[in-house]
């Protein structure tokens, strides 16, 4: 009498396979850079996808007159302004009914994918603060030289120097710090003994990694490269440097089937439906705007990649 | 907009396997600048060479709208004193010639558009992709800037922060325990750009100190208009 095994009867009596209690989400970013900016409010109502923030620059000090009856000329203020102009960003994902309906507990359905939106924009608002790091006018590090501790002083010294105030956050790509701890490792002198130097040198996941010299650094994948691919091109800035300006879709009427977005957001996801083919489609869409609102106040970071 | 559009398809490749997205990843179109305080030196040759950043063309970013015009990033540059090298026949009107069109993209398998320069190209293993950078080329490109008056070069206050920030870098390993040769190797660097030679002729002379002093490069002519 033959034995009932798997290789025999598996195939009648077994499932393929099955998946796991686990649902193992690969690395993704999940950095929300945007805390890190200026919130220059909601565009919904305000008459213009263009907002403009008035700036003004106030230096000048009084001047002793040659005499104490001179009539002496009015000086003139600084003025100008930052342009902030909201645009659609979207995202669509589409499901047939069978792989909506067949979708078991703990499988990857419909819902957990829509409950990725909020991830979805936290990264576009993290490319979109990544993508203003090109607009420092100031810059340190070497092209083709890993980032080490005296490009970061260079960094912080430089706001100094223009006048900012810590807190001062950075923002790098993950080879560049990286390249800072492995830097950090041969310190010597007084920065050595100083907690946050040990602390900097534990591993790190993305997002915050830590605080050191008054400076919060953050890594992000979305920071770009530069000179022709063979840098990265990391921030740092002050607090001001960045502002931005999103559109809120509450009152947009005819958005059918608008639903919840996570508490906080202003963007909308929206689901269709398309009897014909059978399939349900979600859309999440979002109208953000950042810009600089003072080059001054930032200083970009330019080492190896 | 006239971009080259390089498809991974096109890429020389053992088998055809769709490239991996974690490699390429979708990103943003781009424009070059430089300022004028950003500059690199360039240890092979001893000079000085513009650096250039990458600046985000992307709607939202800057006051750029939903039509991608860049009218408003143009002159957030130029208030700073920068270059903004445009691209296509804008680009040949500013100069740029054969390098007009320097942004390309390629397509990931989500048919989304990964922005790069000319001067890289993607090598496909397995299912693996690898960017690989023409270091030189980059580097001909930011020379070919300066020489034709693009950039204006270097100046000399900015020249003198450039090696202020060695000299920090300098003291700054030599203060380090069993930093020895990375000190030198910095010193090296130091001197070349004080002397405005290679590192490799000063690393020569230095340890050869009977050997002819490395001869200075000639300096790159100058631009109308350049700064004295």
């Excluded at chain 1, 979002?286 to 106040?297: G, H, N, Q, T």
Aim: some cysteine; charged content about 20%; proline content about 5%.
């Amino acid at each position: 009498m033959a034995n009932t095994t798997y290789a025999t009867d598996g195939a009648a009596l077994r499932l393929a396979e099955v998946p796991t209690a686990l649902l193992h989400l690969n690395l993704a970013d999940r950095v929300d850079l945007s805390a890190l900016c200026v919130d220059l409010g909601d565009a919904a109502g305000s008459g213009s996808s263009v907002g403009h923030v008035p700036t003004l620059t106030l230096t000048d000090n009084l001047s002793a007159t040659a005499a104490e009856d001179t009539d002496i000329a009015a000086t003139s203020i600084s003025s100008g302004q930052v342009q902030l102009t909201v645009v659609r960003y979207s995202l669509v994902r589409k499901f047939s009914d069978l792989f909506a309906g067949t979708s078991g507990p703990g499988q990857a359905g419909p819902e957990l994918i829509a409950a990725d939106a909020a991830n979805a924009i936290s990264r576009t608002r993290s490319g979109l603060v990544a993508g203003l790091f090109g607009s420092a006018s100031n810059d340190v590090g070497d092209s083709g030289v890993d980032l080490s501790v005296s490009n970061v002083y260079s960094a912080m010294y430089q706001l100094m120097n223009d006048g900012n105030s810590p807190r001062f956050a950075c923002v790098l790509a993950p080879v560049q710090l990286t390249d800072f701890m492995e830097d950090m490792r041969g310190e010597a002198g007084p920065q050595q003994w100083i907690p946050a130097s040990q602390a900097m040198l534990a591993a790190k996941g993305p997002g915050f990694s830590g605080e050191w010299n008054g400076i919060e650094f953050y890594t992000s994948p979305e920071v770009d490269t530069a000179n022709a691919g063979a840098d990265r091109q990391g921030c740092m800035f002050a607090q001001g440097a960045i502002g931005y300006r999103e559109m809120s879709l509450n009152g947009i009427p005819g958005i059918a089937g608008i639903s919840g977005i996570p508490a906080g957001l202003r963007a909308a996801i929206e689901f269709d439906r398309t009897g014909t083919a059978a399939t349900s489609a979600y859309t999440v869409h979002y109208y953000p705007a950042f810009s600089v609102l003072e080059a001054d106040r930032m200083v970009s970071i330019t080492t190896d990649a | 907009m006239a971009v080259n559009k390089q498809k991974l398809t096109d890429v020389n490749s053992v088998e055809a396997v769709r490239p991996s997205r974690k490699d390429l990843r979708g990103n943003r179109e781009f424009r070059m600048v430089h300022y004028p305080n950003h500059w690199n030196f360039d240890d092979t040759s001893g000079e000085f060479l513009p650096g250039l950043k990458t600046f985000s063309a992307t709607p939202g970013c800057n006051g750029t709208p939903q039509n991608g015009n860049l009218s408003n990033v143009r002159s957030m540059v130029a208030d700073r004193g920068g270059v903004f090298l445009e691209i296509g026949e804008a680009g040949r009107r500013q100069g740029l010639g054969e390098y007009a069109d320097y942004v390309e993209f390629s397509i990931n398998d989500a048919n989304q558009r990964h922005f790069h320069t000319q001067w890289t190209t993607f090598d496909q293993i397995g299912n693996r992709v690898f960017p690989r950078h023409d270091e030189q080329g980059a580097k001909d490109f930011a020379r070919y800037l300066v020489e034709k008056g693009i950039v204006r070069p270097l100046h000399p206050q900015i020249k003198e922060q450039l090696i202020d920030a060695q000299r920090r870098r300098v003291n700054g390993v030599r203060n380090r325990p069993n930093r020895d040769s990375e000190a030198q190797a910095q010193q090296d660097r130091l001197d070349a750009m004080r002397q405005g030679v290679s590192v490799a002729a000063v690393k020569e002379a230095r340890e050869n100190p009977t050997s002819p002093k490395p001869a200075r490069k000639p300096r790159a002519a100058k631009s109308a208009g350049a700064v004295a």
